[in-house]
Structures are given as structure tokens and as C-alpha cells.
């Protein structure tokens, strides 16, 4: 099973990005869950959902425990900040400089990803950041260095406002699993700017709890049968949701940053902004650049037509 696709439509007119929609497909996960062990489950996340399988099974394990009344369950955190690392550092070193006319760091990439697991992250991970994404005071949480990838990257990107980390509620999503009013708001970056500056300090925040071997956030909420979960993945919040009766799952609920990026147009407008383009090719790099700066999980298709 496919973690699913993404279709993102618009026209060029007068100048202007108009007519923007999306149309995200994701695969049925949630109700091919009914009625199967929650075991079963939780084997099958990571083959589904191969960026953030790790996250997934985070979310699952603890929504489970949580639905049971049990203690939350023992976690390995070394594992998935390797595996919120790696999509970061994929963007910062591939994407985003490729997006803006720069050459990848490809080479230092697959260097990193080869010494990856184990003890030796932390010290791969600084040694990336000093030599080749901000430069040798990266760990003093200095700007980064004019020639290094970050710097040369927020160079073309200009300035912008600092965008507040995401905090886990718990309670919220339980609330909304359960169809309740909450305050689960779903607040895109204002530019492809500020998300690459958002991006860049979640990467060193993750170096930082890499070298603390702090726990992974998790959190989790009950009421009645039903346990809710809520985690961090690269791209934002991921929550799972599930209700079991007799041993076996009867409601099951996910909800993945790309999920709600992708709900509709709203969050793409916001970070492509109202500025006019002085042609079709600029307008359609900037919409690249926005869908970049949402980061789906999927492979996408951008279709702008010049009317």
C-alpha cells in the first residue's frame, strides 16, 4: 500500500496565482484497521508510511496503551531522532538548495546517512553541521556562515520572522478523534523563508536533544476505551487514535502533517502570499518553492496553467 499522492492545480492570470486547489489521495489505513489486532497494526505502520515509520509506531504503541489503561510503553529514542534528522537533513542539503539554484551537498549527505546509527550520530551529525550546513560554531547556535549551504540557501531566501516550534496537545487531539470542539489549529509557516528558517532550528533542536539523550516527545490521552497519541515527525504533528472492544480495534483515527497541510488550498496560500509574478515560469518556482515549504509526505504533481 502507497502512503498516497498529491495534485496541486492553479492558473496564472494578470500576474497573479489564482483558481490554487489541491486534491491529496491517501490510502484507506485507518478503516482496513477495524476490526484487526492492534498488533497487526502496529506491524503494519512503517510498511505504509516509510518517511516517519518510526513516529507512526511511536504514536500507535502509545495510543494503544493508553485505550488498555496501561503505563506507556518502553522507547528507544536514538532511533527515531535519526529517522526526524534524516528528512530534515534531506531538505536542507538536497532540496532547498536545488529549489534555489544551488548544487546539492549530496556527497556529504549519503557520508552522513552511512554513519548514522549507533554512537556514532552524534558526532556525524556535528561534523555535518560545522563543515557543510552552517559552519564551525554551529553548536554556539551562531547564524550560519556566509558560504556554507544554509547560508548561501536563507541568502536567496531573504529575512523572515521567526515561526514558533509545534507543541504536542494531547488533550486537543483526543477531542477532536472524538468529535468534540478543540483547539487544534493548523498554522502554516507566513513564507517559503520562514519555513526554511523553521526547518534549519528544528535540525539543530534535534542535534540537541541528540547529544542530551532526551526521550522523543510523545504524548497520550484516555477516555473510556478510546486512547489517543500525539508525536513530532520532520514535518509537524502526527496523531494516532484508536477505540478496542474485545481485544480488537473498532475506531481507528491518524492524522499526519500532510494531512493537514494538504486539507486544502488554505495553508499553500498563506505561504505563497499575494506579491504578483512577473511571469508563468516565476509564478510556478514560487508554488514550488510553497509546496517545498510544506513538505508532503507523497509524491506531488504541480499543474499551472497560463490563462
Do not use: N
Not at 500500500?1 to 489541491?22: E, I, Q, W
Not at 538548495?97 to 552522513?112: C, E, K, N, S
Not at 529575512?159 to 498554522?187: E, G, N, Y
Amino acid at each position: 500500500m502507497k502512503a498516497g499522492r498529491l495534485k496541486v492545480t492553479g492558473r496564472f492570470v494578470d500576474g497573479y496565482v489564482t483558481g490554487l486547489s489541491v486534491c491529496l489521495e491517501r490510502p484507506p489505513a485507518p478503516r482496513l484497521f477495524i476490526g484487526q489486532p492492534p498488533e497487526r497494526v502496529l506491524a503494519t505502520l512503517p510498511l505504509i508510511f516509510g518517511l516517519c515509520g518510526q513516529a507512526h509506531a511511536l504514536a500507535a504503541r502509545h495510543a494503544l496503551a493508553a485505550a488498555r489503561g496501561e503505563a506507556p510503553p518502553a522507547m528507544d529514542a536514538l532511533p527515531l531522532w535519526a529517522e526526524s534528522l534524516h528528512e530534515r537533513l534531506w531538505r536542507l542539503l538536497l532540496d532547498w538548495p536545488v529549489a534555489l539554484g544551488l548544487a546539492p551537498a549530496t556527497d556529504a549527505f549519503r557520508r552522513w546517512r552511512a554513519a548514522r546509527t549507533g554512537a556514532d550520530l552524534a558526532a556525524a551529525t556535528e561534523g555535518l553541521f560545522a563543515e557543510i550546513l552552517i559552519g564551525p560554531h554551529s553548536d554556539r547556535g551562531a547564524p550560519p556562515s556566509p558560504d556554507s549551504i544554509a547560508g548561501r540557501c536563507l541568502a536567496r531566501l531573504g529575512a523572515a520572522p521567526d515561526s514558533p516550534p509545534p507543541i504536542l496537545d494531547a488533550d486537543a487531539w483526543l477531542a477532536a478523534c472524538l468529535d468534540k470542539p478543540s483547539a487544534t489549529v493548523t498554522l502554516a509557516p507566513p513564507s517559503a523563508a520562514a519555513a526554511y528558517q523553521a526547518l534549519l532550528a528544528a535540525a539543530r533542536r534535534d542535534l540537541d536533544a541528540l547529544r542530551q539523550a532526551a526521550p522523543y516527545p510523545v504524548a497520550a490521552r484516555a477516555q473510556g476505551s478510546f486512547g489517543a497519541a500525539q508525536t513530532l515527525t520532520a514535518r509537524g504533528l502526527l496523531g494516532h487514535g484508536m477505540r478496542l472492544e474485545c481485544g480488537l480495534i473498532r475506531d481507528y483515527h491518524m492524522r499526519a502533517p500532510t494531512d493537514a497541510h494538504f486539507a486544502d488550498a488554505g495553508c499553500l496560500t498563506r505561504v505563497l502570499g499575494a506579491a504578483p509574478f512577473a511571469d508563468p515560469a516565476a509564478a510556478r518556482r514560487a508554488l514550488a518553492l510553497a509546496i517545498l515549504a510544506l513538505d508532503p509526505c507523497v509524491p506531488h504533481e504541480l499543474e499551472l496553467t497560463d490563462a
